[in-house]
């Protein structure tokens, strides 16, 4: 298990950033990451336009662990992320056998026309992924997987590379619920952040119902210092609300 | 009016690439946009790490007409988008007498605190945008608009904004839903795209209720341009209904 292992999201896709279609997938691979141990450094949405993924994929596959890819695998003329994909890595294209057999198993004759076939064009030296939902599969080039963009196939195939992924150790997490002012926090907080360099102190202010607050998150892969720097927040949140110098909202 | 007036955004925030915090702002940006005539060209979402925040602003900046970012201009630790982007554009960061005064108006002398003040550090040469909300500004410095992450706050930040951006021509858009497989419409639908290069058509297929089919989503700046190809749209899934050779679903 390697102490952490680095990935990036790269969405593609013109309908999000038009607003169209609001993206669900973002949120959903962040939380698929870190519950086995990997670091979503960077998140990128780009449009369908080649030169643009094609950019994108090389700054990403260049400097992080994973690369996650979501959206423009499909039939129609605007799906062109495998051929992004082939010229960001200098491969060829073409359909591929073991493709363009699931997708005979699936269609009838009649019904796998050119288009559907467009779907079996995979780069060179690909693996495929196995797409559960719709056949058409999804494909590793490198360090680089290409997922559907449709929540649910994207979610199937996720659950295909999951278990083959490296796994880092796993990031655990604690949440303190403070019922007080970010701004009355954040000295004693830094302290603490400053006390814990193993521990990363996020400070998340909220509203609800009129009250006011921040859930304060402890991020560290060391379990000890995590249960060491909740304790000192769980202090801190006690001392100031004791103080009477703090405005209370609960 | 400018033809293009391009975009895009910076979420800054370990909590979005965590997942444990769910984006909100992404789609309501891109609508905005959209609405007021802005591509939004590109999405990043990079943690709260100085240089990863300076290198993706000026990647950004440098490139499209606007940037807009989200996030980390609370009074916490982790909140260090203000000096980040000071970094970025080489300028120095102090306290704002215009930003300090807004805080002196709103917070007691005694809540006031060294934290709070953090609020007023504001790069120089920026110029403040208004947070009605909870008063601790955001600033626009150059091409670069840093916004609160919190949703309601960064709405009421870009409703000042907006009237004062260059607007583009606005893209108008149609959809036609077809109740039918991306598949069997990908072909004809190529060739429209072909003839009218002024528009782009997207193709996004959907479920719902066991029944399958595709939105296609035709966006141009140029009105008659949109109304014909979406009446060879319309045409084309017509003919193909009509046709007896694909499956359909409604």
Redesign the interface.
Known sequence: MAASVTAALL?I???????????RN?????????AIGL??????????VEA?IVAAVNALRSRYTYVFTTGGI?????DITADAIAKAFAVTIDHDPRAVAILKAH?SP??L????M??ARIPEGAELIENPVSKAPGFRLGNVFVMAG?P?IMQAMMDQLGPRLTRGSP?I?ATVTAYLA??????P??EI?DRYPEV??????F?EAGKFG?HL?L?SRDEEKLAAARRDVLHMVEELKSSG?VKLWS
Do not use: F, W
């Open positions: 969405v896709g013109d309908e999000i950033l038009s607003g169209r279609t609001k993206d973002i949120g959903y691979i962040a939380e698929y990451l870190a670091d979503l450094c960077e998140v990128r949405i780009v449009p369908d643009e499909g039939p129609t003329h605007d269609y009649g019904q026309n050119e288009a559907r467009r779907m449709v649910k990031m997490s970010e701004g009355d926090l954040a000295k907080l830094k952040q990363t102190i996020g400070s998340y202010p509203e921040a998150v991020r110098k």
